[in-house]
T-cell receptor, first 112, second 113 residues
């Protein structure tokens, strides 16, 4: 069965410092992995996707994620946080035919 | 503008009073889905639809019904709401070819007392 674990429920950083949001996955086959972002009082938006092409994936707003099969990880990074990055981030794995499985979410706070 | 709309955005109701949350998309998407979001649990799928008249259960379908009579609309029906259905609900749509790239509505916050 497919699952995702987001290792931190809350992450707090200062503006201008790097962001690291951690995600481990479990899958019985080669998965497709995604990060979605949810800004306050908004719906979710696709941030980036990995679908078995390049292992380093670039997304919107300067975010990147690296697929590491040996570590079963798909961590999200950004070199320099901006105040507008404050949001909740979800790591997502495909769970079979037309199904997405969401992690519990990581709330990112960015302080001036 | 491509969008998914949900109504109402906020709803407070009482146990047992039937309600419907509407969802509509203007992107001609085949795939539509309903999720509920609860703290610490992420999003869990309630029902999904691959196309008109084709619906199937997700992970937490108990207490909910859906229908897909038109391609653009996918209403969520709670026949007899209970307090454990208090949650934040999201509708999403996507093309069949890229079902993982889902477009989400703004959410409906439901409180059942």
């Amino acid at each position: 069965a497919q699952s995702v674990t987001q290792l931190d429920s809350h992450v707090s950083v200062s503006e201008g410092t790097p962001v690291l949001l951690r995600c481990n996955y479990s899958s019985s086959y080669s998965p497709s992995l995604f990060w979605y972002v949810q800004h306050p009082n908004k719906g979710l938006q696709l941030l980036l996707k990995y679908t078995s092409a390049a292992t380093l994936v670039k997304g919107i707003n300067g975010f990147e994620a690296e697929f590491k099969k040996s570590e079963t990880s798909f961590h999200l990074t950004k070199p320099s946080a901006h105040m507008s990055d404050a949001a909740e981030y979800f790591c997502v794995v495909t769970g079979g035919y037309n199904k997405l499985i969401f992690g519990a979410g990581t709330r990112l706070a960015v302080h001036p | 503008e491509a969008q998914v709309t949900q109504n109402p955005r906020y709803l407070i109701t009482v146990t047992g009073k039937k309600l419907t949350v509407t969802c509509s998309q203007n992107m001609n998407h085949e795939y539509m889905s309903w999720y509920r979001q609860d703290p610490g649990l992420g999003l869990r799928q309630i029902y999904y639809s691959m196309n008109v008249e084709v619906t199937d259960k997700g992970d937490v379908p108990e207490g909910y019904k859906v229908s897909r009579k038109e391609k653009r609309n996918f209403p969520l029906i709670l026949e007899s709401p209970s307090p454990n259905q208090t949650s934040l609900y999201f509708c999403a749509s996507s093309s069949e070819r890229k079902f993982y790239e889902q477009y989400f509505g703004p959410g409906t916050r439901l409180t059942v007392t």
